[in-house]
């Protein structure tokens, strides 16, 4: 009885914990499905359930190219960031040369500054690149981040050192021993990092904000902040385009779960 009373107990908290979790996102599809006088009554089940905020959302803004803005961006900087970061990273792990505990350092270090910190030093570089008001403009800084370098170095850490020397003495080459040997026994900690990148950067708002002048550039994000009217705010069309937004990260984030899970699990501290 107290084997299933504890079983009863940890099913009832993991359920609680559920709802607790979900409940934004019920809230959110059901507002987004309510007239907007009702937005705010936070009844789960809308008294009158319409999708005329989907309608206007599609009629008044460009949300495809705003998917395909934010889809772009994302998916270039998750892809730049773990190719160069893993090679940066089996440097650290693997290779030996002058200064690299300090250079490690130095860059763990950059993870203590603030973003806000560094924007306009960033945009006089953009502008200097005459990259404003282009996507390549919100790619191309978001692409080093001493995070994912910290996380696949302890990766490659913790892979035994046989693996490398064995590689080398068969004659295999620096760049062919990472491809092919440390790449492939990677794939947890690439899926888990670039679902990180792709849905910090599809929700990204600051940095696109100050580099897209153009409505063509603008991502969904920035199209949802236009619906924000000096007058009037109509809620049910920002929930109805967030819930929008929304979609494309669900669905990369169900379909990697399992090696997203597994690349969290893998991931530890060696020295």
């Avoid at 960031?81 to 950059?110: C, D, E, V």
Wanted: contains cysteine.
């Amino acid at each position: 009885m107290k084997k299933y009373g504890v079983l009863f107990l940890k099913v009832l908290t993991g359920c609680a914990f559920l709802v607790f979790a979900d409940f934004p996102i019920i809230l959110l599809i059901s507002s987004s499905l309510k007239i907007d006088t009702e937005v705010f009554d936070y009844r789960i089940i809308p008294r009158h359930i319409t999708f005329d905020a989907y309608k206007q959302v599609f009629k008044t803004l460009d949300i495809f190219t705003g998917v395909r803005n934010s889809f772009l961006v994302a998916a270039a900087v998750a892809l730049l960031a773990l190719f160069i970061h893993a090679m940066a990273a089996f440097a650290f792990a693997r290779l030996n040369f002058p200064g690299k505990k300090k250079i490690f350092l130095w860059i763990l270090s950059t993870m203590m500054i603030p973003f806000p910190v560094i924007i306009i030093p960033l945009f006089f570089m953009i502008k200097s690149l005459k990259l404003v008001n282009s996507l390549w403009g919100m790619i191309l800084p978001m692409v080093p981040h001493a995070y994912g370098v910290f996380l696949f170095r302890q990766y490659f850490m913790e892979m035994p050192d046989a693996l490398y020397e064995s590689a080398r003495i068969d004659g295999c080459s620096i760049f062919r021993t990472f491809t092919q040997i440390y790449v492939p026994l990677s794939k947890p900690m690439f899926i888990t990092l670039g679902v990180s990148f792709f849905v910090t950067n599809w929700n990204s708002y600051l940095w696109p904000t100050i580099v897209a002048q153009d409505q063509s550039k603008y991502t969904v994000q920035i199209l949802i902040a236009t619906l924000m009217g000096s007058l009037r705010i109509t809620w049910n069309h920002i929930l109805a385009a967030s819930v929008i937004a929304v979609i494309p990260t669900v669905i990369i984030f169900a379909i990697l779960q399992r090696y997203y899970l597994e690349g969290i699990k893998m991931t530890g501290i060696k020295e």
